[in-house]
């Protein structure tokens, strides 16, 4: 059974910075890709940023510059620095894996945290 458990959600003012971590558990024997999603009320979910293992990263045009998407394999770890964030940055964020076990190959998802920024 792999989880993946996110943490670091909150409320902020405009302008203010968030750190949010996602650590994966489990009988795990590699992590490809992860990465970080958003959906916001009323939308669909969309792409904040992805990883590589060996630490390529891609982001949604809109946030570059302003969210940077880290990761320590050692600890299973994900993590997206969110600077200056904004009203609109409002959304329940995911994080997804790619992981192999002994036998499988499955994208994983955490249960989401929330992310409030207030003007």
């Known amino acids: 059974q792999v989880q993946l458990v996110e943490s670091g959600g909150g409320l902020v003012q405009a302008g203010g910075s968030l750190r949010l971590s996602c650590a994966a558990s489990g009988r795990i024997t590699y992590i490809n890709d992860m990465g970080w999603y958003r959906q916001a009320p009323g939308k669909q979910r969309e792409l904040v940023a992805t990883?590589?293992?060996?630490?390529?990263?891609n982001y949604a045009d809109s946030l570059l510059g302003r969210f940077t998407i880290s990761r320590d394999n050692a600890k299973k770890t994900v993590y997206l620095q969110m600077n200056n964030l904004k009203p609109e940055d409002t959304a329940v964020y995911y994080c997804?894996?790619?992981?192999?076990?002994?036998?499988?190959?499955?994208?994983?998802w955490g249960q989401g945290t929330q992310v409030t920024v207030s003007s």
């Open positions: 990883i590589t293992n060996s630490g390529s990263t």
């Open positions: 997804n894996a790619d992981v192999y076990t002994w036998d499988l190959r499955r994208d994983y």
